[in-house]
Nanobody, 115 residues
């Protein structure tokens, strides 16, 4: 079993920054990929950013140039640095990780962007 624990959500004003962190633990041999998704009220869950063990990344168009995903392969952690936040970034953010083809989810952390 794999557990994902997220931290770092909260309330921030438009234009501000937040950093989300996720740590994977449990029966881990190789975690790949690691990703962040988000789900706003009344909307479907969507991919925000994904990173492979190689460091290759991809981002949703809506966050390109504002968000940066990074990972520490030795610690099985993934971070999401979110800058220039907008009200439309408000959502529950979920960490996602693949282990030998099985995908796991964290419990989610709320990010609210509001003045």
């Amino acid at each position: 079993q794999v557990q994902l624990v997220e931290s770092g959500g909260g309330l921030v004003q438009p234009g501000g920054s937040l950093r989300l962190s996720c740590a994977a633990s449990g029966s881990i041999y190789s975690v790949n990929p690691m990703a962040w998704y988000r789900q706003a009220p009344g909307k479907q869950r969507e991919l925000v950013a994904r990173i492979l063990r190689s460091g290759t990344t991809n981002y949703a168009d809506s966050v390109k140039g504002r968000f940066t995903i990074s990972r520490d392969n030795a610690k099985n952690t993934v971070d999401l640095q979110m800058d220039s936040l907008k009200p439309e970034d408000t959502a529950v953010y979920y960490c996602n990780a693949g282990v030998l083809g099985v995908y796991y989810w964290g419990q989610g952390t709320q990010v609210t962007v509001s003045s």
